[in-house]
């Protein structure tokens, strides 16, 4: 069975960083045969894209995050990371992992990011 498991979230003052990881196991093929993604959903609030990177290396990302934000891979680590810098307080989400590969999708079960003083 596929998982995704993300790490590195918790609580950060305004201006801060966090780096977020999420493993991918159990898959009997490679990461690198996968779009992957970050999306993020706050009390109230729809989930949304925050970042993304083809399996291709092609990245997308919001609006809200551009120049803050960066996705990378690691395809031999079975890893996406998310390098979030100068946090706000609008930030502040649960932050989902991601895999895709046409219509077939799985989900990590999330993290907690908290940006406040």
């Known amino acids: 069975q596929v998982q995704l498991v993300e790490s590195g979230g918790g609580l950060v003052q305004p201006g801060g960083s966090l780096r977020l990881s999420c493993a991918v196991s159990?898959?009997?093929?490679?990461?690198?045969?996968?779009?992957m993604g970050w999306y993020r959903q706050a009390p109230g609030k729809q989930r949304e894209l925050v970042a993304g990177i083809t399996s291709g290396n092609t990245t997308t990302y919001a609006d809200s995050v551009k120049g803050r934000f960066t996705i990378a891979r690691d395809n031999a680590k079975n890893t996406v990371f998310l390098r979030m810098n100068s946090l706000k307080p609008e930030d502040t989400a649960v932050y989902y992992c991601n895999r895709r590969r046409g219509v077939i999708t799985t989900w990590g079960q999330g993290i907690q990011v908290t940006v406040s003083s």
């Open positions: 159990g898959s009997i093929f490679s990461m690198s045969l996968y779009d």
